[in-house]
């Protein structure tokens, strides 16, 4: 089942933000992407990502090696619910059954992140007219009843389901199993310039935000310092920590998102 991912995503993240965006609305209409992603313009801070030098935790050979290892089971896990999931998302809602989009990584590089689809197909087109609702502060946005969840979309992200794909991510090293919340593009064209510190480490699957909170936690300068405090803790074990951590999280439905 790992085929199923477009031959693009085995390219490494090794271009700009800059570069993305350019890229990105040329192809978003064939990827049922936003039609309001931000312009290069309206990003006049790309500059401040190369402001912090990488953490240490990217050229950790012993955290790339958990990284590999987890992502391997992870998609093997992925594969063998691949055909129930990706049937009950069309039957539930006809569309894609994964979801991507470009996000931020490592000091302002883009990457495509994978997701089983939860939300309606143009949910990313509907987000505009629901900004008056949006419950989280700061850079983020959260809305606790999202209309544009589907039935079965509540159920994979109640279980993180949803975040299998990204296990894909892991593998391709884009992402790593433990990191900060890899933010969109419209997001960080509102970072102010302290805000890029939170990506010198690599984005991950769960992290802080994840293990202690998830959606209980929905200000972004909350976020902001639950990542940066990951930074200064960070060792392999305490990867390892957050991830049977997180794990206990979600099998006690606490936080879901």
């Not at 991912?5 to 271009?15: E, V």
């Not at 894909?168 to 509102?190: F, H, I, Q």
Request: a positive charge.
């Amino acid at each position: 089942m790992i085929t199923s991912f477009p031959k693009q995503s085995l390219k490494p993240a090794n271009h700009s933000i800059i570069r993305s965006l350019d890229e990105w609305n040329t192809t978003q209409s064939a990827n049922d992407m936003v039609s309001t992603q931000p312009t290069v313009n309206s990003i006049p801070n790309i500059a401040d990502a190369q402001a912090y030098s990488r953490h240490v935790s990217v050229n950790s050979k012993l955290k790339r090696a958990v990284d590999v290892v987890g992502a391997l089971v992870g998609l093997a896990i992925t594969s063998a619910l691949f055909i129930p999931l990706a049937i009950a998302v069309q039957l539930d809602n006809p569309g894609p059954i994964l979801y991507s989009q470009i996000r931020c990584g490592v000091r302002g590089r883009t990457f495509r992140i994978w997701k089983f689809r939860s939300m309606v197909q143009n949910a990313d087109g509907l987000k505009k007219s629901l900004q008056d609702q949006n419950q989280a502060s700061g850079h983020i946005f959260k809305i606790k009843d999202d209309p544009r969840i589907t039935r079965v979309g509540k159920l994979l992200r109640k279980t993180s389901l949803d975040e299998f794909p990204q296990f894909w991510n892991v593998l391709m090293g884009e992402m790593s199993l433990v990191g900060t919340r890899p933010p969109s593009l419209d997001e960080v064209a509102k970072y102010d310039r302290g805000h890029w510190q939170r990506l010198t480490v690599k984005p991950g699957i769960t992290g802080e935000w994840q293990a202690n909170g998830r959606s209980s936690v929905s200000d972004f300068e909350d976020i902001m310092k639950m990542d940066l405090d990951y930074q200064a803790k960070w060792s392999v074990l305490y990867d390892l920590k957050l991830i049977f951590k997180t794990v206990w999280v979600v099998f006690n439905k606490k936080g879901a998102c």
